[in-house]
């Protein structure tokens, strides 16, 4: 037997009463795990391994490829995320990036540990949803081997430009003088769009919450922020698309 404590970030049906779920470990990357009757009414797993559930998984050894869910029991199960039809999308969106960027047998822990921090902001709204998607982009980015560049000024190394333009292409800023031209993709913002990079893709993993940014830093932070993660994982996500779309309707 084996016994992990995951993340459910994705939840298949097979048939009428089984399913196949995609969960999130520390230890192990992505498992997938096959989940017996739990469509049956008197089922006993059903909140455990629901969507976005934390909880401790005792399955057995793999046998013909496949892990078969032997018991499970809760710890989180995130309640409160469900209130918001956009917290559900923007929660989408983070598991569709870990799907298709974490492997099955290569653990991340502080993958895992952001995920849930993010899912319990989410839940209890205690901070903007834009702020938490720009800070699991960029942090998700630099776990996964594509951390920026933020230390100077790729050219001169001036530390703290007043204003800084950042290359989405290679992963680096300049100050507005020093920018080669012919580049393809450059989003220009205020040094303290810097600041707040420099923090999420630096600091310790306790801080990396806690920062403000002025209403005219936020735009191009963000932007760079999904721009930058997904030109280096060479990926488009559906949820993405779909999260914007409701977004602009609530």
């Known amino acids: 037997m084996l016994t992990v404590k995951g993340l459910?970030?994705?939840?298949?049906?097979?048939?009428?009463q089984?399913?196949?779920i995609d969960i999130l470990t520390a230890e192990y990357?992505?498992?997938?795990?096959?989940v017996k009757g739990s469509g049956k009414i008197n089922s006993k797993t059903g909140s455990a391994t629901q969507l976005f559930a934390y909880s401790e998984f005792c399955m057995n050894d793999v046998s013909k490829g496949v892990r078969i869910l032997n018991s499970v029991k809760p710890i989180q199960i995130f309640y409160s995320l469900r209130k918001s039809v956009t917290a559900v999308a923007l929660a989408s969106y983070f598991a569709q990036i870990i799907l298709f960027a974490v492997l099955p047998k290569n653990g991340i822990p502080e993958i895992l540990r952001l995920s849930l921090n993010c899912l319990h902001y989410l839940s209890e709204h205690t901070m903007t949803e834009a702020h938490l998607?720009?800070?699991?982009?960029?942090?998700i980015a630099s776990l996964l081997g594509f951390m920026p560049d933020v230390v100077m000024c790729r050219k001169?190394?001036?530390y703290l430009p007043e204003t800084v333009v950042f290359s989405v292409e290679d992963g680096c800023f300049f100050c507005e003088h020093c920018v080669p031209p012919r580049k393809r993709n450059y989003i220009l913002m205020p040094a303290g769009g810097l600041l707040a990079i420099r923090h999420?893709?630096?600091?310790?993993?306790?801080?990396?919450?806690s920062f403000r940014i002025s209403e005219r830093c936020e735009k191009p932070f963000s932007q760079f922020a999904e721009e930058f993660l997904s030109y280096h994982l060479?990926?488009?996500?559906?949820?993405?698309?779909?999260?914007?779309a409701i977004s602009k309707q609530h």
């Not at 600091?203 to 990396?208: G, N, T």
Request: aromatic share 14%; net charge negative.
């Open 8 to 16: 459910v970030l994705s939840q298949k049906m097979l048939g009428e």
């Open 18 to 20: 089984d399913k196949f």
């Open 29 to 34: 990357g992505v498992l997938e795990v096959l």
């Open 133 to 139: 998607k720009a800070i699991f982009e960029l942090r």
């Open 156 to 158: 001169c190394g001036e």
């Open 200 to 209: 999420i893709v630096l600091s310790d993993f306790e801080k990396i919450y």
């Open 234 to 244: 060479d990926r488009e996500f559906p949820t993405l698309r779909y999260y914007k």
